[in-house]
């Protein structure tokens, strides 16, 4: 049973297309977030939410833009994809967002835009 | 601004010694400290969490420690074995009562287990 997953694992795509991850957790947590991953392994939170609302937004492009529709989901959309985008991101969830409890990760999308 | 080191990228060890990972922290004032392994193409999976009034803390082989005044942490393995060879990272965050609520992650220790 997963806690924490995502789709799609891999994502292939052409600089300027619009994509979109999805996350669930089947946790009963609050907090979800969007971290990503860049080559040189530096993991860097870019969202977080708690019971659907925005609550971390770290300075990411607005092209990146996160919807949480439950507290389980999380889905992230990028528009106009840029070479720079590739990287692996992570969904994780927690009790609660207050840095205190122990985040669970998803296996990782990989981007890479081409 | 604020700034996580662990102390190498990679560190070696022989199997059955103890292995020793370092994090070290500037500009912050962290009220939690959490440790986390990466297998490669693997989310972080947590291990253990730290307080900043708590000096020690164990959990089976694994122990960590919280300097506050040297703005350190330390991470250690002892009896390791070939499979704790992974990325280990150090996560720091203020707790709600600093107004900082975010995890912020360190640079990463690749660990190998040499048999």
């Known amino acids: 049973d997963t806690a924490v997953s995502q789709t799609p694992k891999y994502l292939v795509t052409q600089m300027g297309n619009d994509k979109s991850i999805k996350c669930e957790q089947n946790l009963g947590h609050d907090t979800m977030y969007w971290y990503k991953q860049d080559s040189k392994k530096f993991l860097k939170i870019m969202f977080s939410y708690n019971n659907k609302e925005l609550i971390i937004n770290e300075t990411v492009p607005n092209r990146f833009s996160p919807k949480s529709p439950d507290k389980a989901h999380l889905n992230l959309h990028i528009n106009s994809l840029e070479l720079g985008d590739s990287a692996v991101y992570f969904c994780?969830?927690?009790?609660?967002?207050?840095?205190?409890?122990?985040?669970?990760f998803g296996p990782g999308t990989r981007l890479t835009v081409l | 601004s604020q700034k996580i080191e662990q102390n190498s990228e990679a560190l070696n060890i022989q199997e059955g010694k103890t292995a020793t990972l370092t994090c070290n922290y500037t500009?912050?004032?962290?009220?939690?400290l959490q440790w986390y392994r990466q297998d490669p193409g693997r989310g972080p999976v947590f291990l253990l969490l730290i307080r900043e009034n708590e000096k020690e803390k164990r959990k089976e082989r694994l122990k960590v420690t919280f300097d506050t005044t040297l703005k350190q942490s330390l991470f250690h393995i002892t009896a390791s074995q070939p499979a704790d060879s992974a990325t280990y990272l150090c996560a720091l965050s203020g707790g709600p009562n600093f107004g900082n609520e975010k995890l912020t992650f360190g640079t990463g220790t690749r660990l190998t287990i040499i048999p």
């Open positions: 994780a969830s927690s009790q609660d967002g207050h840095g205190v409890n122990e985040q669970f």
């Open positions: 500009n912050y004032s962290p009220a939690y």
